[in-house]
């Protein structure tokens, strides 16, 4: 995949959350290196949904073993990751 957009990532991220676990709220208050875990934004299931969301957005795969807070916890996580997949 060619160069990505950072900003474009965030927005397309931003957006996806906020129709799919922020229904009815706001997401300007929620920070782009806030944890969806601490914050009660996305649980387990949630997970697996913003996975499935980002693999066929951004067309990359994460493996199993990529699946950790540290890559997958905060939309500031989720731009980097998504870059470092990109290439």
Request: overall charge negative; aromatic content about 6%.
């Amino acid at each position: 995949m060619a160069a990505i957009d950072q900003i474009e990532v965030q927005k397309k991220l931003r957006d996806f959350i906020t129709e799919t676990f922020l229904v009815g709220s706001d997401i300007s208050s929620i920070n782009d290196n806030d944890s969806f875990m601490e914050k009660e934004i996305v649980d387990s299931t949630g997970v697996l949904e913003l996975t499935a969301f980002v693999e066929t957005e951004f067309d990359i795969a994460i493996e199993d073993d990529e699946m950790t807070p540290d890559n997958l916890d905060s939309i500031e996580k989720l731009v980097n990751f998504i870059a470092r997949k990109s290439g």
